[in-house]
T-cell receptor
Framework: QKEVEQDPGPLSVPEGAIVSLNCTYSNSAFQYFMWYRQYSRKGPELLMYTYSSGNKEDGRFTAQVDKSSKYISLFIRDSQPSDSATYLCAVGADSGYSTLTFGKGTMLLVSP | EAQVTQNPRYLITVTGKKLTVTCSQNMNHEYMSWYRQDPGLGLRQIYYSMNVEVTDKGDVPEGYKVSRKEKRNFPLILESPSPNQTSLYFC?????????????FGPGTRLTVL
């Protein structure tokens, strides 16, 4: 079983739609949960960061972590064409000799 | 400006011709890492470094070498490139490993091996 599973998409939605992106993970030791956004021909950039369970909101973006189900989500409200990108989830354990584990990414296309 | 830089951004080479992709960060980060990104396979870690002179293999280290002689630099070396190393490469750095701190990525190096 892969450590992080993420549907590759593409996910196509009309402008203004609510988008839900999801990942599942297998290792209960993970405590740090991130969403990176990657535009075409660019490096990934951190979008949302959550420690442990719960929700975190930043503008139109909400990150949700359910550690009991090992499930993480990113919600985008009022999606815009500029949100078209690949979204990668990433999980991490305590620092030391651990490294981040990335999902394969979900490509999102928001049409005007 | 805090950043991770990579050079070159694009490279076309031939099988067996040694090459080096440079990576430099100006944030005094201890942790640096190299990834390759391929369609359908996502980001895969090649090598990482916890600090100067401390490096370790990631998930796909075969055919690659790294060194960390200075904190800011982490070059990726392909001593005898092969076509299956054609890929998009990213260097990244963060204050520490794991997930406690944001990982900053470079702009990427697109490598084609003929």
């Amino acid at each position: 079983q892969k450590e992080v599973e993420q549907d590759p998409g593409p996910l196509s939605v009309p402008e203004g739609a609510i988008v839900s992106l999801n990942c599942t993970y297998s290792n209960s030791a993970f405590q740090y949960f991130m969403w990176y956004r990657q535009y075409s021909r660019k490096g990934p950039e951190l979008l949302m960061y959550t420690y442990s369970s719960g929700n975190k909101e930043d503008g139109r973006f909400t990150a949700q972590v359910d550690k009991s189900s090992k499930y993480i989500s990113l919600f985008i409200r009022d999606s815009q064409p500029s949100d078209s990108a690949t979204y990668l989830c990433a999980v991490g354990a305590d620092s030391g000799y651990s490294t981040l584990t990335f999902g394969k990414g979900t490509m999102l296309l928001v049409s005007p | 400006e805090a950043q991770v830089t990579q050079n070159p951004r694009y490279l076309i080479t031939v099988t067996g011709k040694k090459l080096t992709v440079t990576c430099s960060q100006n944030m005094n980060h201890e942790y640096m890492s190299w990834y390759r990104q391929d369609p359908g396979l996502g980001l895969r870690q090649i090598y990482y470094s916890m600090n100067v002179e401390v490096t370790d293999k990631g998930d796909v280290p075969e055919g690659y070498k790294v060194s960390r002689k200075e904190k800011r630099n982490f070059p990726l070396i392909l001593e005898s490139p092969s076509p299956n190393q054609t890929s998009l490469y990213f260097c990244a750095s963060s204050l520490t490993s794991g997930g406690a701190h944001e990982q900053f990525f470079g702009p990427g190096t697109r490598l084609t091996v003929l």
